[in-house]
């Protein structure tokens, strides 16, 4: 397949600019007009945005040219293999993408600080990367058998809501931020394409929409087994 790279790098550049342009209008509306302040070390500042906008563009272009169409052609390869393969890659793949994930481990480094190293960062990012697994094998098994996305959120949300009640409360913010940081954009520009293609190559096209709802699921694995890591823990101190 042939693909058009200068046409992808000007369509990157101008999301990168679509995106970022209003966050620093923003930014410097409250530096000038409201705060009323100049900036200090303005070839620092603008360094700085230099630099993360290019990082935008080079993620942008790359998820294009290799992720996106990559997640597609796996989820189609899936296809044609036997169900519990096709699980079982789901789940090692979706933990591979969770540990893949920066805000991740920026979470776990959090939470090993603020917890004194009582809890490590391995396990924290662990347990966040056995529910992004678990979350991918369930949405998969969701495609192939064409249930409905409720059948998995409101009773994934419910045993969330019970080990909420459970959970000491120390830890229930850091459990729910889990859920948030796994959805994160090596999920969306890797694992969304995977289960749409694996959905087409299932029921066709028009079926194809299956494949959508794996981020909200996502979302949920981590929530669920962070709930259940600090549950098991909670005669630990210093969440007791």
Do not use: C
């Amino acid at each position: 397949m042939s693909v058009d790279l200068f046409g992808l790098l000007v369509e990157g550049a101008l999301e990168v600019i679509e995106a970022t342009l209003p966050v620093l209008a923003l930014i410097a509306f409250f530096q000038f007009v409201v705060l009323r302040r100049s900036i200090n070390q303005p070839r620092v500042v603008a360094t700085g945005v230099l630099m993360a906008m290019l990082g935008f563009f080079f993620f942008i272009v790359g998820a294009k040219l290799s992720l996106i169409p990559m997640g597609v052609a796996i989820g189609e390869l899936l296809a044609r293999a036997h169900l519990v393969a096709v699980v079982g890659v789901a789940l090692v793949l979706g933990a591979a993408v969770a540990f893949a994930e920066p805000a991740v481990r920026i979470l776990a480094y959090e939470i090993d600080e603020v917890s004194a190293g009582s809890l490590r960062k391995r396990l924290i990012s662990g347990a966040v990367a056995l529910g992004v697994g678990i979350a991918v094998a369930v949405a998969v098994l969701r495609i192939a058998h064409e249930l409905p996305l409720w059948t998995v959120l409101v009773p994934g949300y419910a045993l969330a809501i019970v080990l909420t009640l459970l959970t000491p409360r120390d830890m229930v913010p850091a459990a729910y931020d889990a859920g948030a940081v796994a959805t994160g954009p090596v999920a969306v520009n890797f694992v969304l394409p995977l289960t749409t293609g694996l959905a087409i190559a299932l029921w066709g096209e028009d079926v194809g929409a299956l494949g959508f709802g794996v981020v909200g699921i996502i979302a949920l694995g981590p929530i669920v087994t962070m709930l259940a890591l600090s549950v098991s823990l909670r005669r630990r101190e210093p969440y007791a």
